[in-house]
């Protein structure tokens, strides 16, 4: 059948999965760096443009990229719209991979446009229950948002995320929720780093916010309409053609 009236194929959407992702780590990583040299030492300043970075290219990544991929950039948002059935299994599976390579690449490209090691092992630290307990509340917030949105908000869930992510850069001490960019910042000694011995603590926080915040949406929604994170997508009857 006709490649419009199909979609796009398994391997773009895989690509534009990539590119999100990648793109997200670089305006992560970017903005801290730039952040952290420009704010002379203030770091409530450079946290301030980490997380306004942050939120504006978000934004701009779902509209972007949601009609191709439906812009999850996380896993554990692609799993968790595979367990509520929007997309397949099989294209969940091959979106992580692409999620985490294009994270890991987002990091080297930010390390070398601001002349920082690329790929140097982190050495900031993110470790305690704390951190545990501010991953959970951050991706149980974060899928807690898009599992209900994206049903009945689909055309406001890209701002909605985006404001959410900028505001739990402040209200939590961590700020993740997502696998992706955990793991890819452990590649970077830069402000926005993360020490590798600190990732399994904080992973169990992530998939413990959203295995809650779909146990319980499923309770408080039990038979909402079929929806998906964004935009009009493949394997997303119900979604309206952007996150």
Known sequence: MDAALDGPSPLRRCVAEALGTGLLLAA???SGILGARLSAGNTGVALLANALATGAVLFALIEWLAPISGAHFNPLVSLAMAFRGDIKLGVAAAYVPA????GFAGVGLADAMFGAPVFAQ???ESSGSTRTLAEFVATFGLL?????CSRTRSAALPAIVAAYVVGIFWFTPTGYAN????LARTLTDTPTGIRPQDIPALLLGEAAGTATAIALLTWLTP???TGSLVRRAPDRPNLKARA
């Not at 999620?99 to 294009?102: A, M, R």
């Not at 807690?144 to 209900?148: E, M, N, P």
């Not at 696998?179 to 955990?182: E, R």
């Open 99 to 102: 999620q985490l390579l294009g």
């Open 122 to 124: 982190a050495t900031h």
């Open 223 to 225: 038979n909402p309409h």
């Open 179 to 182: 696998p992706a960019v955990a």
């Open 28 to 30: 992560i990583v970017g």
């Open 144 to 148: 807690g948002i898009i599992w209900t």
